[in-house]
């Protein structure tokens, strides 16, 4: 079981440009979860999502930014036209059940230059 | 506001010695409060996870306590080594049918030989 993978690991984008981050989750794990840590603060939720879902999405930026998780697939998150202030890791989580058994990715770590 | 604090915010120690890091919460009510931790560049490992009704939960040489009525927790570490160097985090779960967690800032400690 190689655990939670995302990729890309580092990501560099230019203002505007469009960032997509990947999340393969745990085999068996049917939730996903989203999560943002800003430089010296500590990881924020973004959104929730089940296979083809979106369960709460209560963190997300109402712009630009968009979360998937598909029928196949690993899940997507999406962020349109990207900003310096969106530089940050992005770390995404599975579980086998709502709430439990979280395991956590490496991250990813959008530079927006 | 739902807010998880923790101190002190970094903490050097010598290899060998104990430390006790601190997590003040105004989270209510919740489901449970975690402690993970995180090395540089690396998704959260969960360390203790404990309900309200309990009050101290071991894993090897960490142990973690919860006070419920002051809404206070500790992770206290023993015999740290080298590998401990990280950043320790408390973070408690709100109870919803989200899973969303709550981070606190983490503590950075760092060991030295």
């Known amino acids: 079981n190689a655990g939670v993978m995302q990729n890309p690991r580092h990501l560099v984008r230019r203002r505007g440009q469009e960032a997509r981050l990947r999340c393969s989750p745990m085999?068996?794990?049917?939730?996903v979860y989203w999560y943002r840590q800003l430089p010296e603060e500590g990881l924020k939720f973004m959104v929730y999502l089940q296979k083809e879902n979106i369960i709460d999405e209560s963190g997300m930026p109402k712009e630009r930014f968009s979360a998937e998780f598909p029928k196949e697939g690993p899940s997507i998150l999406r962020i349109q036209q990207v900003v310096r202030g969106d530089s940050a890791a992005y770390f995404c989580a599975s579980s086998p059940r709502q709430a439990d058994g979280y395991t956590f990715g490496s991250g990813t770590r959008l530079t927006v230059v | 506001k739902n807010q998880v604090e923790q101190s002190p915010q970094s903490l050097i120690i010598l290899e060998g010695k104990n430390c006790t890091l601190q997590c003040n919460y105004t989270v209510s009510p919740f489901s449970n409060l975690r402690w993970y931790k995180q090395d540089t560049g690396r998704g959260p490992v969960s360390l203790t996870i404990?309900?309200?009704?309990?009050n101290t939960k071991s894993n090897g040489r960490y142990t973690a306590t919860l006070d419920a009525d002051t809404k206070q927790s500790s992770l206290h570490i023993t015999a740290s080594q080298l590998s401990d160097s990280a950043s320790y985090i408390c973070?408690?779960?709100?109870?919803?049918?989200?899973?969303?967690?709550?981070f606190g800032q983490g503590t950075t400690l760092q060991v030295k030989p």
């Open positions: 085999k068996g794990h049917s939730h």
């Open positions: 973070v408690v779960s709100v109870p919803s049918n989200t899973g969303k967690l709550i």
């Open positions: 404990m309900t309200f009704s309990e």
